[in-house]
């Protein structure tokens, strides 16, 4: 009998189990949680800050991307094991990662201005990348604009506007294409599909 009511006791908490993963799933929630990050986020975004705003006249002068991955150790202090060149428009980091450091977010430069990239907002891949790796993302434009990716809410959001990171001296502002403050993936599409091509 008391054998019974156990299996029934385990079959209700596997039903409410069952119900809650549904729910999650039903609100579009991952079901996994969130990376344990142990330094706080404002720290994180000003070294992500610092790390961009030491890269951005090589970037300019080289005409290319860099990228990498910070890292943090047990008790938070973060670190960039290595900085990756790119090109012209793209830069791939590896995450191969090291014994007692933790990924906590990806960086990357926009390279010099240019009047051919709209490079002054993420891209949709940018949004993509750092969704798939459920990391944020930090990006530093030619314009100097300091982006957030943040892959939980999956929205890039502008940190600070023009100027606020070294700013490439050939950079000439594009009133009509000025980025918004926010994207989510479907504005983000749109802004790409309806960019004008000269400015
Ligand atoms: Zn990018």
Not at 43 to 54: F, I, K
Not at 105 to 112: I, P, Q, V, Y
Request: overall charge negative.
């Amino acid at each position: 009998m008391k054998l019974t009511r156990n299996n029934a006791l385990i079959l209700i908490a596997c039903a409410a189990a069952w119900i809650f993963v549904m729910i999650r799933v039903a609100n579009h929630e991952p079901v996994y949680e969130p990376r344990e990050i142990v330094a706080a986020p404002a720290e994180v975004e000003r070294y992500a800050r610092q790390q961009l705003n030491d890269l951005q006249r090589r970037s300019f002068a080289e005409q290319r991307e860099f990228c990498g991955v910070i890292v943090e150790d047990d008790r938070g202090t973060l670190s960039t094991l290595e900085v990756f060149e790119g090109d012209i428009a793209s830069c791939s980091y590896e995450n191969s990662g090291k014994v007692g450091l933790k990924p906590v977010a990806t960086f990357h430069t926009h390279g010099g201005a240019s009047v051919v990239f709209d490079d002054e907002a993420p891209s949709f891949q940018d949004l993509q990348s750092d969704i798939a790796t459920r990391l944020d993302g930090y990006l530093a434009t030619p314009g100097g604009r300091f982006w957030r990716i943040d892959w939980q809410s999956q929205t890039a959001n502008l940190v600070c506007g023009e100027g606020c990171l070294e700013q490439d001296p050939n950079y000439r502002p594009c009133p009509a294409s000025a980025p918004e403050t926010q994207y989510d993936i479907k504005r983000l599409q749109a802004r790409f599909r309806n960019a004008s091509a000269t400015c």
